[in-house]
């Protein structure tokens, strides 16, 4: 449940409120049976809170249904489950039950994965694929820790910092803008019809 939360949200604000909504909620059947409105109120602070709250209470339905209420442990069976995608069943399949079947892609494994080299690619499926062909499978799961650690307090976005960068010798992008290489493309502007 918090990985759907995290979605365009940071995790210091997620472990905030999942602190209320665990307490509220300990078992599928708690998330099936709350309020729409108390769910939506407890994870507000995340953002599109109507929208996880729906997928949430979905999700939970679905486990409830579909799994007895437990927590499926395959790919197909969790991307079935409302506001479950691909990242947030790498996740779960990763983290809890330590048997990765993918590489988990956020926008600091994206970044990374372009600045270091490890992918050309910018669409998120891409760079898994490329990913999991040069990375043992045993390392999945610790591989999207690696690089989103390194990208929040080495390589950001804007400022990466190269100069006390602990794997600037294999870098690639060492020396060149590097805040530039590796980040999403901004939407193109619509210009304005006169």
Not at 153 to 165: L, V
Request: charged share 25%.
């Amino acid at each position: 449940m918090a990985t759907i939360l995290s979605a365009q949200c940071t995790d210091v604000r997620v472990n905030q409120v999942t602190r209320r909504l665990f307490e509220r909620c300990r078992t599928a059947q708690d998330y099936a049976d709350i309020p729409q409105e108390e769910l939506e109120a407890i994870v507000q602070p995340t953002g599109f809170f109507r929208s996880k709250a729906r997928h949430l209470k979905g999700c939970a339905l679905a486990l409830l249904q579909a799994h007895a209420g437990e927590v499926p442990r395959s790919l197909p069976e969790l991307t079935e489950l409302p506001g479950v995608g691909r990242k947030t069943a790498n996740v779960v399949l990763g983290d809890a039950f330590g048997s990765p079947e993918g590489v988990v892609v956020d926008t600091h494994v994206q970044r990374l994965s372009g600045r270091l080299g490890l992918s050309k690619k910018s669409a998120p499926e891409e760079i898994e694929a490329d990913l999991m062909r040069i990375v043992p499978k045993p390392q999945w799961a610790v591989l999207s820790h690696w690089l989103i650690w390194h990208g929040r307090r080495r390589c950001g976005a804007i400022k990466p910092d190269c100069a006390q960068c602990e794997v600037s010798h294999l870098c690639p992008s060492f020396g060149k803008d590097a805040s530039k290489i590796g980040r999403k493309t901004p939407p193109s502007r619509r210009q304005k019809s006169a």
